[in-house]
């Protein structure tokens, strides 16, 4: 089944392809640039890419949108996690949340999909922490500050192995069910 996916982020484009690959999805990356709501409430923000998305393909899609949910910010940035990190990136970002005196955050990753009758949303949750000094490769977004709990390597660190665990694998695999259940359903 082949499923297009809204994204200009290579690295999210192959980690999808590794998770949903094994189940007979073949992504179609669709890189036409949307203007993104900006607020904190990710649901709205995925909604309205996604309408926006559907408007400008015509064709059935999902988009999705992660961010970083920071106890020590009372759950920012949120939806705003992409101006956040492109303003202070990695080191910055580390000391920030250092100052803050609370490194427990949430990432979160709300996906939605459109076929032209509906739109769903799946969401993918983890807790971790934020190191004081960033850990591996630093092109990935914030993947070299977010240390899942249970975990003693970021997500840069981990390479790979993060698909097994992450709050996007969680979305995908929630996704994927649905995908399933309506091919079942022909």
Not at 31 to 44: A, H, M, P
Not at 118 to 137: M, S
Not at 158 to 175: E, H, P, V, W, Y
Request: charged residues 30%.
């Amino acid at each position: 089944m082949k499923i297009r996916f809204l994204s200009g982020n290579r690295h999210k484009i192959e980690e999808v392809n590794r998770i949903l690959a094994p189940i007979g999805v073949d992504i179609v990356p669709v890189s036409k640039k949307i203007e993104e709501l900006q607020t904190e409430d990710v649901t709205r923000l995925v909604q309205d890419k996604l309408i926006k998305a559907f408007e400008a393909i015509g064709r059935p899609l999902f988009v999705e949108h992660t961010g970083l949910y920071l106890n020590g910010l009372n759950g920012l940035p949120a939806g705003l996690t992409q101006i956040f990190w492109d303003r202070l990136e990695a080191d910055r970002f580390a000391n920030l949340v250092a100052g803050l005196g609370d490194a427990n955050v949430t990432a979160k990753t709300v996906l939605g999909y459109c076929d032209g009758r509906e739109i769903r949303l799946f969401e993918g949750a983890i807790e971790g922490t934020v190191p004081r000094v960033p850990a591996g490769p630093k092109d990935f977004q914030w993947d070299c500050v977010f240390v899942p709990n249970g975990h003693n390597e970021t997500f840069a660190e981990m390479g790979t192995r993060k698909d097994d665990i992450s709050m996007r694998r969680k979305a995908l695999d929630k996704f994927a069910d649905c995908l399933k259940s309506v091919r079942g359903k022909r």
